[in-house]
């Protein structure tokens, strides 16, 4: 396969229009959107204007009723109201954890259902977004692993999960206010349901409205895309999203990592490590964070630290260990504290940052590897996710 190769997975996308329903426009980059107005009667000459016009009220101040977009003549936006909306996924639910994690279960086409999670800190907060109904990669440590992959999600499926928060939040400014630089939803991180490089254009056309400075506004520095190890797409995301880059790497063995991540049988730990030193952004101030879930007697033991080192080494990175969140009938307990502080302390003393990361919202399924939306729960027993996984 050629390294540029686009292999977005071969799953239905449900399409922005529905037969002869309403155009959606959150989700439509720039381009589109000047071209659907312009298909739908806006003079070309005026078209870049509107686009940046409807822009600024979507994406910077949260307006979802055409009406409301009061530099728009009444007829245009009675114009555009005949033939476009403005829709964002559905809150099915909302729990809020006692540590202040929120988690929300939204509704998308097609009545499937994904989750997403809000995780505050001092007084800021990273939102984990979804990509795709369920998942393909049957990362056995992994509660969404064990649900079968339905659809990938939109841009605006994508986009739209940050627009969700941001009403729950109440953090749309007030138009016409001074500029607020407080952020309540300060970062993202595609670390939810699905592969997000198993579903690339959606992924980036839904990264670039988040991040464009006349909308939502994020730096790329505070978007970070986590892979399982999709190795033909990392070096395209540097060049065409530009964010941080978060990989599942989880074993310091391919025996041991084919069990965890079975993308490892496709792309293995000497292919993927060969992707990230070439990563085009990579740099002591752009490390590459190698995520690893500690699993008591499978991959936590000082030698998988010190191989871990030897792997990574040459690479600016940081290594985040993640105290296994456990679930219904996961096969794998959590490491001990004191053995997770142990293989902590080795790969600090090497030189890399090591911070244990915190568990968050468990009280309400929330944690990492715990999403799992509850309209398409696959009910398996231990013995079958233990089977799947070579246990």
């Not at 060969?274 to 499978?298: C, D, H, Q, W």
Request: hydrophobic letters at 40%.
């Amino acid at each position: 396969m050629s390294a540029t190769a686009p292999i977005t997975q071969d799953v239905m996308t449900i399409p922005r229009k529905l037969p002869d329903g309403p155009i959606n426009l959150v989700g439509l980059t720039r381009d589109a959107m000047r071209d659907a107005l312009i298909a739908h009667g806006t003079p070309e000459k005026q078209a870049k204007m509107r686009v940046g016009q409807i822009w600024q009220w979507i994406y910077q101040w949260g307006v979802r009723d055409f009406a409301e977009m009061t530099n728009l003549a009444k007829a245009y936006r009675a114009q555009l109201a005949e033939t476009f909306v403005i829709e964002i996924p559905e809150v099915v639910s909302r729990q809020l954890s006692g540590d202040g994690t929120r988690k929300y279960l939204v509704r998308i086409a097609g009545g499937h259902e994904v989750e997403v999670v809000y995780i505050p800190e001092d007084g800021r907060g990273t939102l984990c977004i979804s990509s795709q109904v369920g998942c393909t990669l049957t990362c056995s440590f992994c509660h969404t692993g064990t649900q079968k992959l339905v659809r990938n999600l939109t841009a605006g499926e994508i986009v739209g999960q940050v627009m969700v928060a941001r009403d729950d939040l109440g953090e749309w400014p007030e138009i016409g206010a001074p500029k607020d630089e407080t952020r309540l939803l300060s970062n993202i991180v595609l670390m939810g349901m699905g592969e997000p490089l198993y579903n690339f254009e959606n992924v980036r056309d839904a990264m670039k409205i988040a991040m464009d400075p006349e909308g939502i506004q994020l730096s790329r520095r505070r978007i970070t895309l986590s892979t399982s190890g999709v190795v033909p797409e990392i070096a395209r995301t540097a060049q065409e999203i530009g964010c941080q880059l978060a990989v599942s790497f989880h074993a310091t063995t391919d025996e041991i990592r084919d069990k965890l991540v079975p993308i490892n049988k496709r792309w293995n730990i000497a292919e993927l490590l060969e992707a990230l030193r070439s990563y085009p952004k990579v740099s002591n101030s752009e490390r590459i964070t190698f995520e690893y879930v500690m699993l008591k007697g499978v991959n936590d033991s000082d030698e998988d630290a010190r191989r871990l080192i030897e792997l990574i080494k040459g690479i600016p990175a940081k290594i985040n260990l993640i105290p296994f969140n456990e679930w219904p009938g996961a096969p794998y307990t959590r490491s001990s504290g004191n053995r997770i502080h142990a293989f902590a302390d080795i790969v600090y003393k090497a030189g890399y940052a090591s911070p244990i990361r915190t568990p968050r919202g468990e009280d309400i399924m929330a944690a990492c590897g715990q999403l799992k939306s509850a309209t398409e729960r696959a009910r398996k027993s231990r013995r079958q996710i233990e089977a799947e996984a070579g246990l």
